[in-house]
């Protein structure tokens, strides 16, 4: 057997921590012999949860981090400030080289901090976006640049697409993976300064699949593979996406509930609404990656649970074994 | 009587006129004797149109447009080569005071142009915003702006944010509306450039109700009245809303075609779902006001019918009642 992937799991990150990551990571171990975990946080409460479960001891360890980053703190302070923190140990691991990924549940604002100032950029490599997939009509998209990246020249959002374009091809799977720019028409001259200075630069990047601007309208409808926006833009398109479709269900929960017949109607057609949200939301990935880095950040929603974990955990195999980020040094950097 | 308010109605704008538009203005006529209509456009084929009704005809006129800016035409070229266009001349109408308000389903682009250079902005507004309102778990808010008035100022936002509390006040009957502007985190240190330097403005504006940022997640939450953003992000907003809605009710519904379970509780909740899904969309306005011109402008959807046409005509009664202009001119421009 080749060299296990070592991946660092942030045990005090997220809403359920350290219940939820200590079983998510147990629960991958189960899956695949390809991992080995870290587990950063106190001791004692790891341990606590790790006595629940049997588990090849031999795969796992905890490194012991005194503090945990509430979500409530600024960032920047608190990646300087909390040198002992269960994210700033854990991404430590990844700059040295002591592991391949880190994976987090916690504060998203010192994920990304951490990720740029911690784990570091690849050398050329002038901004990390945050990649979550968005489900669609007909599968997911990824929405690439949902971080904080705040005020994006051109220039980042060329290397959004090519980094975006890797990702879909190797860790997901798409075939030539469509590329289209977020805009307000679909026409060539429409658009702020950001969107008509970087539609040229997509247009004559030969190793992405550019088709051109998508309106908001059309992202649900699976239109493109890799969504490009500066990460304003990316990250009202995610939190709507959040927002409008609980409260549609609200709405249309509660409005069932107004006649007997739609009662009725609505207990028929619960298991098939159920499966096809699900579905809808597609095969989660259990987390989104900070691309660009210097090894691998994957960042876990705050209220995940152990599947979510799991699955983030088990992402970052597929990342490492297609070696997204020699692909990305080589195809993106050295242009 | 007081005299009548005169309202244009482009009758040649939209995917079904003129059909709908000469109908949705003898509607409208019909409803309230406080209006009357002038329609323009090709007049053979509005008078076709009119023949179909009984109407008091004192209160109905044409005025002769040869032209028809189409939808895929440049709007800047279009409003400045077709002169004699059924919206460059219903909108001359308004610019010599010969008429109060202007409607059109036609080319948005076209509207928002013609509106700044034909109709003109009240002296001391930047920029007009295109300011819809959009549905929400209890009620509507207005998105201002959706225009495009892109790569905007902090003074424009400010000015939004003045002209959309004046208009959800007296328009919509909104007490002291609560004004956010949409960001992507709730701190007030939190956002882009623009949004950081807005920020103090909206909060040291002695004549809004500003209730600080709102993230994109909670707009559906109803959690402003007043939703201030520039018109990139406001695009973004407003197509993403109808894109996710079409996307996700039509999700649901193939799901139900999955088992005869489902097929019988989709046929039992069809009418609730269909009125709830009503009652969200919300007492349609039927047209988007474009605020700060010197007379009103109303965009209605290109995919307008009869009562949208007709709904957006008797909004602009409101809006000329309540001085909405004025009370523009004396809230924000003498400031």
Known sequence: MSEQIKIVVDAMGGDDAPQVTVQGAVEALKITEKISIILTGRTDAIEQELKKYSYDSSRIKIVQADDVIGFD???VM???KKKNSSIVVGMNLVKRGE???FVSAGSTGAILVGGQFVVGRIKGIERAPLAPLIPTANGQSLLIDCGANVDARPSHLLQFAQMGSIYMKHVIGVDNPRV?????GAEEEKGNMLVKETYPLLKECSDINFVGSIEARDIPNGDADVIVCEAFVGNVILKLYEGLSSTLLHTVKTG???SLRSKVGGLLIKPALKQTMKEF???DQGGAPLLGLNGLVV???GSSGSDDIKNAILQCIQF???GINDKIKENIVTQ
């Open 73 to 75: 703190e600024p960032p």
């Open 78 to 80: 608190a990646i300087r």
């Open 99 to 101: 592991a391949d990924a």
């Open 180 to 184: 289209a720019i977020v805009n307000i």
């Open 256 to 258: 069932l509930m107004r």
């Open 281 to 283: 939301m597609g095969e």
């Open 299 to 301: 960042k876990a929603h």
């Open 320 to 322: 490492n074994e297609e």
